[in-house]
């Protein structure tokens, strides 16, 4: 599903990401091509998520792990340890019951 990016003053965005199809993992951000690099991204699940949301890489799934991941209003801060830039189009996050997702906010 679609990510609603917002860009803000000083450097700071804002979005959401929403897993249409539990088990079916989707990018953070499917939008940047790599040139839109950030520090570290905040990323918190949905207060009215019921299930659990993992985030990692494209191979994650949260029906393999339905007990691991963020719980509702959970946040988790990403940031590379090389101190280089992050791609939020390598980051994807799957839900446990579809529909729900996160909010996230990455900052320079």
Known sequence: MPVNMILGGGGLGAG?????????PVQLDP???????WRAVLIKAKAAN???????????????????????DQAI????????????????IDAAVSGEGVDFWPGK
């Open 16 to 24: 959401q990401a929403i897993v249409a199809t539990a088990g079916v």
């Open 77 to 92: 801060w990403w940031d590379p340890p090389s101190g280089g830039g992050l791609d939020l189009s390598l980051i994807y």
């Open 50 to 72: 019921t299930g659990a949301i993992v985030v990692g890489d494209s191979t994650l799934s949260a029906t393999n792990w339905p007990n691991d991941g963020l719980t509702s």
């Open 31 to 37: 939008v940047t091509d790599g040139s839109q690099l």
